[in-house]
C-alpha cells in the first residue's frame, strides 16, 4: 500500500458538531483527493488539491471544506455535520497528470462517519 | 458533461463460468479508463488501465471508443475475484469519475 493514512477511521458524531477527517501522505505526490463512498452512488469527489493552497471542489461538495497547508497533509471539515454526510470518506493520491504514465490513484483506507 | 455508467449493480456467476463486468463512459475529450477492485475489508486498488493493455489476476479490458464502453472480462472466474469492482475514467485536470461500482459474486 502507498503511504497514505487517515484518521480517525471510524467517528461518531452528533448532527451540528463540526468534524475534520485528516489524510496524510508519505508519498510526496502533488495530487490529493476526498470522495465519500455511499451504497448506489459509488465514489464521489467531494474537494481535490493540485498543490498546497491550490483546492478545487468536485461534484458534491456542498457542506464540506478543505485545506492543505503542507504536501503530505490534507484536511476536510464538516462544519455542521448533517445526517446525509453519514459515509465512507476516502482519501486518495495521485502524481502525475502527464497522460499515458504509469501513475494513477492510491487510496487510504478509509473513514467510516457517523452523524446522529 | 463527463459520466461513467455500470449498469449492473449485483452480478454473480459460477466458478469458472466467464464474467464480464460493463462500463460505459461519456467524455467529449480523449478518454483514460481504469478499473479498481475492492476486497472485502481493503481499500480500493488498481486492477488495470486502458493505456497499458495488461491483463491483470487474469482479467482484460479493451477501450472501445465508438460504443464508448471499457467492458472488464475473465474467462473463468474464481471465488477470489468476489469482490468490488468500479470503472473510472480521469480527465484532463487529473479528475477521476466513477462508476457506482458493480458487486461480483463468484458462486463456488
Known amino acids: 500500500d502507498a503511504g497514505i493514512t487517515q484518521s480517525p477511521r471510524h467517528k461518531v458524531t452528533e448532527t451540528g458538531t463540526p468534524v475534520t477527517l485528516r489524510c496524510h501522505q508519505t508519498e510526496n505526490h502533488r495530487y490529493m483527493y476526498w470522495y465519500r463512498q455511499d451504497p448506489g452512488h459509488g465514489l464521489r469527489l467531494i474537494h481535490y488539491?493540485?498543490?498546497?493552497?491550490?483546492?478545487d471542489k468536485g461534484e458534491v461538495s456542498d457542506g464540506y471544506s478543505v485545506s492543505r497547508s503542507k504536501t503530505e497533509d490534507f484536511l476536510l471539515t464538516l462544519e455542521s455535520a448533517t445526517s446525509s454526510q453519514t459515509s465512507v470518506y476516502f482519501c486518495?493520491?495521485?502524481?502525475?497528470?502527464?497522460?499515458?504514465?504509469?501513475?494513477?490513484?492510491?487510496f487510504g483506507p478509509g473513514t467510516r462517519l457517523t452523524v446522529l | 458533461a463527463q459520466r461513467v455508467t455500470q449498469p449492473e449493480k449485483l452480478l454473480s456467476v459460477f466458478k469458472g463460468a466467464p464474467v464480464e463486468l460493463k462500463c460505459n463512459y461519456s467524455?467529449?475529450?480523449?478518454?483514460?479508463l481504469f478499473w479498481y477492485v475492492q476486497y472485502s475489508r481493503q481499500r480500493l486498488q488498481l486492477l488495470l488501465r486502458?493505456?497499458s493493455r495488461e491483463s491483470i489476476k487474469g482479467f482484460t479490458a479493451d477501450l472501445n471508443k465508438g460504443e464508448t464502453s471499457f467492458h472488464l472480462k475473465k474467462p473463468f472466474a474464481q471465488e477470489e475475484d468476489s469482490a468490488m469492482y468500479y470503472c473510472?475514467?480521469?480527465?484532463?485536470?487529473?479528475?477521476?469519475?466513477f462508476g457506482t461500482g458493480t458487486s461480483l459474486t463468484v458462486i463456488p
Open positions: 486518495a493520491i495521485s502524481e502525475s497528470v502527464r497522460r499515458g504514465g504509469t501513475d494513477t490513484q492510491y
Open positions: 473510472a475514467l480521469r480527465t484532463f485536470g487529473n479528475q477521476f469519475y
Open positions: 488539491s493540485y498543490g498546497v493552497k491550490d483546492t
Open positions: 486502458h493505456i
Open positions: 467524455y467529449s475529450g480523449s478518454p483514460e
